[in-house]
């Protein structure tokens, strides 16, 4: 089971703002990445550290962090942004390093 | 342009084995952790196991140890996940993952992935 909660679904109409939660006791110590998945496709990093964007991930995605929640905003949601949203981080109990993923949060521009 | 790709996926029977490999290339291999990473089908991601850059630490989600090993070869910039004891819980597109340096390595790149399937 996940470590790090998110909501099932969200949607959002076209061009307007939608903001997706992450929520972990991981991420009071590690940055939470976010990741864009589209069906059938490999999952995307589209941020990391809190608010970076790779190379080629447009400027509409933004993230945030406070405590044991971290958020994802796409500000001016297009339609091909329509997909499964993943946050992830790492994890540490005493000398073992793992990763945690949630469940992931289907957005649907409508 | 970084990219990774898989092979070695196929159907087996409960109890059996296999070995993915990840060819790496556009990137030097030997300077990042390496990363696999599954999805069952209609799931999220799930970590399975990473590699430091010599391959001296390997970490692994603990529903695959001592089943599964995560390997490389630096010379070839290849990097394995052999699967010994299979279930069907194994079943899922593995998928192999480039971490980034630093800012709690994120998965930058992932392959294009591999399908296990379990079943007898």
């Known amino acids: 089971s996940s470590e790090l909660t998110q909501d099932p679904a969200v949607s959002v109409a076209l061009g307007q703002t939608v903001r997706i939660t992450c929520q972990g006791d991981?991420?009071?110590?590690?940055?939470a990445s976010w990741y864009q998945q589209k069906p059938g496709q490999a999952p995307v990093l589209v941020i990391y550290?809190?608010?970076y964007r790779p190379s080629g991930i447009p400027d509409r995605f933004s993230g945030s962090s406070s405590g044991n929640t971290a958020s994802l905003t796409i500000t001016g949601a297009q339609a091909e942004d329509e997909a499964d949203y993943y946050c992830?981080?790492?994890?540490?109990?005493?000398?073992?390093?793992?990763?945690?993923f949630g469940a992931g949060t289907r957005v649907t521009v409508l | 342009e970084v990219q990774l790709v898989e092979s070695g996926g196929g159907m087996v029977q409960p109890g059996g084995s296999l070995r993915l490999s990840c060819e790496a290339s556009?990137?030097?291999?030997?300077?990042?952790?390496m990363s696999w990473v599954r999805q069952a089908p209609g799931k999220g991601p799930e970590w399975v196991a990473s590699?430091?850059?010599?391959?001296?630490?390997?970490y692994y989600v603990d529903s695959v140890k001592g089943r599964f090993t995560i390997s490389r070869d630096n010379a070839k910039k290849t990097l394995y996940l052999e699967m010994n004891s299979l279930r069907a819980e194994d079943t899922a597109v593995y998928y192999c993952?480039?971490?980034?340096?630093?800012?709690?390595?994120?998965?930058?790149?992932w392959g294009q992935g591999a399908l296990v399937t379990v079943s007898s």
């Open positions: 590699i430091k850059q010599d391959g001296n630490e390997k």
């Open positions: 993952a480039k971490k980034a340096s630093g800012y709690d390595f994120p998965f930058e790149y």
């Open positions: 550290a809190k608010n």
């Open positions: 992830n981080s790492r994890d540490r109990s005493g000398n073992h390093i793992r990763e945690v």
């Open positions: 556009g990137f030097t291999f030997s300077s990042y952790w």
């Open positions: 991981s991420l009071r110590s590690y940055y």
